[in-house]
């Protein structure tokens, strides 16, 4: 995730001025946080614990391994990006080349700057995904979107898909929701309880939307409070960066309804310390997007 890329979507979307960032207040404890959202303090719920890229603080990223490990770890939610191979097919990778997290240098050394969409399905499914990582993981392999899917399921996990770079791909908000449909995810039960597709995109979000309004989506980003409104007609999610937002953000957002007529939601990222943890988790966040589901599981329920 990049906020650079939230920046350029939003303008383009509601002008230059649209990304004004709030100013972040001094952390709150959660009864304070509750109290700023006129609601006690008694009616605060933890958040969800989404494993960013699987558990990737302790498996490769965007790998089977790193929504295996977090299953293990007893995590139902985990978070992914999806970007689209030079032949059409749909891959996990989150950088926009496969440089840092494959042996692509080495097996294609002619090819810089190896972007994701110059190769092939076959050709990244040659690479090795996980050595970078730790010897353990040597051979793990870049998954294309339906055996991702096909794992999620198998471990009876639920997903927040992160559509990647979509100005590089046009038609991938169709193109997801084909292999969606495809492997078993678009029916109600999936769509109404295991489903999230977010993107720092907001014409991606909004296409996810008009394509199918019953699918819960997210914004990533931190809009203006002003711009919220905007942004509540096709999200159900504002996902913001942690140093990014406040108590008062976050009520700013639990004070208007989403598309689907519910109170907004936001998911904020990429939490991995403790104290940041209980920072985010006394604004009243609905869900924390973390490397080490684990430090946060611990942190929210101390």
């Known amino acids: 995730m990049y906020v650079r890329a939230a920046a350029a979507t939003t303008a383009a979307l509601l002008g230059a001025g649209a990304l004004v960032l709030p100013s972040t207040a001094a952390a709150r404890t959660p009864a304070d946080a509750s109290v700023a959202q006129g609601r006690p303090a008694a009616a605060h719920k933890n958040p969800t614990v989404v494993a960013h890229r699987g558990a990737s603080a302790y498996a490769p990223e965007n ?42 240098e080495e097996v294609f050394p002619d090819r810089a700057p190896w972007k994701v969409k110059d190769f092939t399905a076959a050709e990244i499914a040659r690479l090795d995904a996980g050595s970078w990582f730790g010897e353990k993981y040597r051979g793990a392999r870049v998954p294309t979107l339906t055996q991702y899917m096909n794992r999620v399921s198998r471990n009876h996990q639920s997903l927040v898909l992160e559509i990647k770079k979509p100005e590089l791909y046009p038609g991938i908000e169709q193109d997801t929701l084909r292999v969606l449909r495809k492997t078993g995810w678009l029916d109600r039960h999936h769509v109404k309880n295991r489903l999230v597709v977010q993107s720092f995109g907001a014409d991606t979000v909004k296409k996810v939307h008009e394509l199918r309004p019953d699918i819960k989506t997210g914004f990533l980003g931190t809009p203006a409070v002003a711009d919220l409104p905007t942004y509540a007609k096709f999200s159900d999610q504002i996902n913001s960066t942690h140093t990014s937002i406040s108590a008062d953000y976050v009520a700013a957002i639990h004070g208007l309804k989403g598309p689907h007529g519910k109170r907004l939601e936001i998911f904020t990222w990429t939490v991995d310390e403790t104290a940041a943890a209980q920072r985010v988790d006394g604004f009243g966040v609905d869900g924390i997007i973390t490397n080490k589901p684990d430090v946060v599981r611990r942190a929210i329920h101390n």
């Open 63 to 104: 790998t089977l391994a790193a929504i295996d490990k977090a299953a293990r770890m007893g995590f139902r939610w985990v978070e992914n990006d999806v970007q689209r191979t030079k032949d059409g097919e749909l891959v996990i990778v989150h950088d926009d080349n496969l440089k840092r997290t494959t042996d692509v």
